[in-house]
């Protein structure tokens, strides 16, 4: 695999508005750590999922990269590399510094 870039595999393909310039969208993920521990809370919850600008610079960069060029109603299987999550740094204790993080992406709204 690549590490340079985010990786996804289309599971479903949406059908409807698209995810890209500096539109809003709202995303349900469910991320996992590359050891297969679940990072649970960190974007949104379950029913709403989490919603930001997808130009949005205050968010990691692998989020709005896996997201970009989804239609409503797609899912995604994405892999996130460190340089493109928290990097070195890590989150408080959900993620360990130099983490990979692998998971699915649900595109709910734009």
């Known amino acids: ?4 870039k985010v990786r996804f595999t289309e599971i479903v393909v949406g059908s409807g508005a698209l995810a890209e310039g500096k539109v809003w969208v709202r995303v349900r993920t469910r991320m996992f750590l590359n050891r ?3 990072v649970k809370g960190l974007w949104g919850n379950d029913d709403y999922g989490m919603g930001f600008f997808l130009q949005d610079r205050e968010i990691i ?3 709005r990269y896996a997201t970009e060029g989804m239609r409503v109603g797609g899912r995604r299987k994405v892999t996130i590399p460190p340089h493109l999550a928290f990097r070195e740094i890590g989150l408080q204790e ?4 130099n983490a990979l993080l692998r998971g699915e992406f649900e595109l709910l709204d734009v």
């Not at 695999?1 to 340079?4: G, S």
């Open 1 to 4: 695999m690549n590490n340079l």
């Open 61 to 63: 960069a692998g989020l």
């Open 94 to 97: 959900m993620i360990p510094p």
């Open 36 to 38: 297969g521990d679940e």
